[in-house]
């Protein structure tokens, strides 16, 4: 499976963004997926994770009340809507595939080159 990230950006502080993930290869719906992000100097964190159905959704603490997560199974891709930005939501996003729902980094199976958030104040 192969994941493509765009939609990232420079936006102003309180604006939003829309991520979206293209995955290519087979089996979609197999795979849980999620985004995480990875600010400068520090280590790549979880943000949003769905389940193979989209019914089962997480979100990262910090993110929470903001940031939506959705799949669509018939198109092969996840999106991240991100509301009410704020400067520390600065990072490089990065959408992933993986089997284990709640999700891990270690144990995310295939990734996306990763999109770059800028957000200013």
């Known amino acids: 499976v192969q994941l493509q990230a765009f939609g990232g950006g420079s936006v102003q502080a309180g604006g939003s963004l829309r991520l979206s993930c293209a995955v290519s290869?087979?089996?979609?719906?197999?795979?849980?997926m999620g985004w995480f992000r990875q600010a400068p100097g520090k280590e790549r964190v979880f943000v949003a994770g769905?389940?193979?159905?989209?019914?089962?959704?997480l979100y990262a603490e910090s993110v929470k009340g903001r940031f939506t997560i959705s799949r669509d199974n018939a198109k092969n891709t996840v999106d991240l809507q991100m509301n009410s930005l704020k400067v520390e939501d600065t990072a490089v996003y990065y959408c992933?595939?993986?089997?284990?729902?709640?999700?891990?980094?270690?144990?995310?199976?295939?990734w996306g080159q990763g999109t770059l958030v800028t957000v200013s104040s």
């Open positions: 992933a595939a993986g089997s284990n729902f709640p999700m891990v980094i270690a144990t995310m199976r295939a």
């Open positions: 290869g087979r089996s979609f719906s197999n795979y849980v």
């Open positions: 769905t389940g193979r159905s989209g019914g089962s959704i």
